[in-house]
Each structure stands twice: as C-alpha cells, then as structure tokens.
C-alpha cells in the first residue's frame, strides 16, 4: 500500500491568441479542465500501476472539489484520509499562447491550508511507502517525516517544486527523486548530463540520504546510493509530444513496484518505460499509462 500526501488541483486551460498585457480582456478559445497537482498525478501512475493507493491532502468546498475526489475514486485510489475544507479547491489557470507558451497563476486553496494536525489523525500502519512532494505546506511534510520514521515506513521526497523547499528536510527521506533542476538548485552543481548529475548526487548523498534518483529527462536517470552502487539507466527512445507529468508518472511508477517488491532495477526499467509512455501522449493525467501498457511496450 502506498500513500501519497500532497496537492490535488484543478487545472484550467485557455488557449489564447496572445497573453493579455495589464488592463487588456482578450478572447479565449476552448477552455478545458484538467485534474492535476503532483500528489493526484503520482497517485494516479501508483494506482494505474496496480499499486493499492491512498491520498492525503485537502479538497476545498467547491464543484472542482467534488470533480476530482469521483475522478480520483475512479481511478481506484482511497480517499478516506482526504480532508474536506472550507473555501477554495487548489486551483491553476493556465493560457496557453499560439507559440504554445504559458503562463500559470496557481492558487494553493485548500493544498494550502491543509494543516500539520491533519497528520495526527492519520493511521500509517499497513502503509508500505509514503511520497511527498513539495506543494503542500513544509510543516505537512515535516510531520509526515517524523511520523513515517516512528513507523519505519520509507519516505519518497520529490521536493518539487523546488522553490522554498525547506533543506533540512532532505536527510529525513529515504529515496530522494530530482530532477535535473531540483539536483542543481540542491547541489549547487550545474547538469548537462550524466557525469555531472553523478558528481551532483555523490554530494547530496553526503547529507545522509539513503538512496537517491536523480532523472534526466531524455536522457534517462541515475540511481546512487550509500553503499557506492550507481546504476545509470537509459531512457526509452520515443517521440516525446508532452513531457508534463514525465517526473510525476516516473515516480509513482517506481513507487508501485518498489512496494510490490521488485528489485531496484525492475522499478528503474518500470519507471522509465512508463514515463517514456507518459511523454508520447499528450496531457498530464490523460497520459500516464495503466500497467498492462506498461508491460506490452517492455515486450515489445
Ligand atoms: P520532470 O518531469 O520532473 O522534469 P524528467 O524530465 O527528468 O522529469 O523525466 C522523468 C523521466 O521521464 C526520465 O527519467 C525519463 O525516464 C522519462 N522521460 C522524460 N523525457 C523523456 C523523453 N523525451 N523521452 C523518453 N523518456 C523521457
């Protein structure tokens, strides 16, 4: 079982011809809704993946609030530990402009207010991992943190967004899973590619992370740990169309075969066939692909 604590988001999307300029109103074309946040969209790839999957997070008093917690039943994930608030569901309105550029106003809503206490009341036993990301409030995190570690439940810390991730946080996780931009922000090492994703995780492990995967989008991702193994594993060549939701599927991928206990490579190849899945498709959630697509492209 795994449970994923973190932001649910209603993502609305306006194609435009150009992004206003202050004080201008502009004609949109469609405008379509789109269930998202990197907690949704990683329990989403866990559960797709056969995983038994649990989301904690907060869903505000609104239609969009009822819209993701049936689109998230129907996925198969338990919404028991989701917590109903007053006020807004976490919102981002999103234009996109003929040149495809985007501008995003996130509101957090209820991801925000979403409160440490709400930890207390969780049961974590029977849990087998427990993912975190860095959309909810940092204090949410800490206590998940601390609660996992009272359990002895390994903790997978995606700090993404990286911006005011709190840093004292990273020798709590156990697997810490990056980005090429979260892993130079934290390493302070510039990534072109392998060699310096390597030098850049060899720091970070120094903090006392126990395992750590650093994934370089194309170029696939590298897995290092305490013990001095580093396995570097090759992404899938495909026609990448959207990469949104590339790390999110990546990780819930891996999660579900991590806690189904495959061995490490198996959850490396798993994750990278089913990202590379995710990418070939357009859109975030529509994209992230169920375990028998999983399957049928590694037979391929
Ligand atoms: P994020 O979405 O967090 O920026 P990455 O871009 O590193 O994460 O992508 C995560 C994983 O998705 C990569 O490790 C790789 O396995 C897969 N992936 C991403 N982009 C591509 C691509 N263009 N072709 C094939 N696989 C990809």
Redesign the pocket.
């Known amino acids: 079982r795994i449970l994923v604590v973190g932001s649910m988001n209603m993502d609305i999307v306006t194609g435009v011809e150009h992004h206003p300029v202050p004080g201008e109103t502009i004609q949109g074309n469609e405008t379509r809704f789109f269930i998202g946040g990197k907690g949704a969209n990683q329990a989403v790839a866990a559960s797709r993946s056969g995983a038994s999957a649990a989301m904690a997070g907060g869903l505000g008093a609104d239609s969009f609030g009822i819209d993701i917690r049936r689109a998230l039943a129907e996925d198969g994930i338990n919404l028991d530990y989701v917590a109903d608030q007053p006020g807004m569901t976490g919102l981002a309105l999103i234009t996109v402009d003929g040149a495809g550029e985007n501008n995003i106003i996130l509101s957090s809503g209820a991801n925000g207010r979403y409160g440490a206490d709400e930890i207390d009341q969780l049961n974590l036993s029977g849990f087998d991992v427990i993912l975190l990301q860095n959309e909810i409030s940092a204090a949410v995190n800490e206590r998940v943190l601390d609660k996992a570690a009272e359990n002895h439940i390994p903790v997978f810390m995606?700090p993404?967004p990286i911006d005011g991730f709190d840093r004292s946080q990273l020798g709590k996780a156990t697997f810490l899973i990056l980005?090429?931009?979260?892993a130079e922000v934290l390493s302070g090492i510039r990534i072109e590619g392998s060699s310096q994703a390597l030098e850049a995780g060899k720091k970070l492990l120094k903090e006392g992370i126990p395992h750590l995967i650093i994934?370089?989008?194309?170029?696939?991702?590298i897995y290092m740990d305490q013990s001095g193994s580093q396995i570097a594993?090759p992404?899938?060549?495909?026609d990448?169309v959207d990469?949104?939701?590339?790390?999110?599927?990546?990780i819930g991928a891996f999660a579900a075969k991590y806690a189904a206990g495959a061995e490490l490579r198996d959850c490396l190849r798993y994750?990278?066939a089913a990202?590379?899945l995710?990418?070939?498709q357009p859109g975030a959630q529509s994209s992230i692909p169920r375990e028998d697509e999983v399957q049928s492209f590694l037979a391929e």
Do not use: I, R
């Not at 980005?179 to 979260?182: A, G, I, K, Y």
């Open positions: 995606n993404a980005n090429e931009v979260e994934t370089l989008g194309s170029k696939g991702s594993f992404a899938f060549k495909v990448a990469t949104t939701a590339a790390g999110d599927t990546f994750a990278t990202s590379a995710a990418v070939s």
